[in-house]
Nanobody
Framework: QVQFVESGGGLVQPGGSLRLSCAAT????????MGWYRQAPGKQRELVAS???????DYSDSVKGRFTISRDKSRNTMYLQMNSLKVEDTAIYFC?????????WGQGTQVTVSS
């Protein structure tokens, strides 16, 4: 069974940067379109960035121009570079498939943006 392990979160000041990683236990990045999702306290999980099998990326309006999604198929790892972080980016970040039924969710990684 595929498992996702998200890492790289932490506490950062507004305007700072973080790089999240998503490691998978199987070679899924060559099979699925993928996405980064986040869930803030009291809110529903939302998609913030996606990357297709062909490398086409897309972003929600709230992060466009600040976040960059990428992947390394050889390492079974996906990344989310987050720059110019805002308080409203505070959430637990998850990775999972895009355009197909989700695989089991990982634990996520907490990102807290606060001064």
């Amino acid at each position: 069974q595929v498992q996702f392990v998200e890492s790289g979160g932490g506490l950062v000041q507004p305007g700072g940067s973080l790089r999240l990683s998503c490691a998978a236990t199987a070679r899924i990045f060559s099979v699925y379109h993928m996405g980064w999702y986040r869930q803030a306290p009291g809110k529903q999980r939302e998609l913030v960035a996606s990357i297709t099998l062909y490398g086409i990326t897309d972003y929600s309006d709230s992060v466009k121009g600040r976040f960059t999604i990428s992947r390394d198929k050889s390492r079974n790892t996906m990344y989310l570079q987050m720059n110019s972080l805002k308080v409203e980016d505070t959430a637990i970040y998850f990775c999972n498939t895009r355009y197909s039924s989700p695989l089991p969710w990982g634990q996520g990684t907490q990102v807290t943006v606060s001064s």
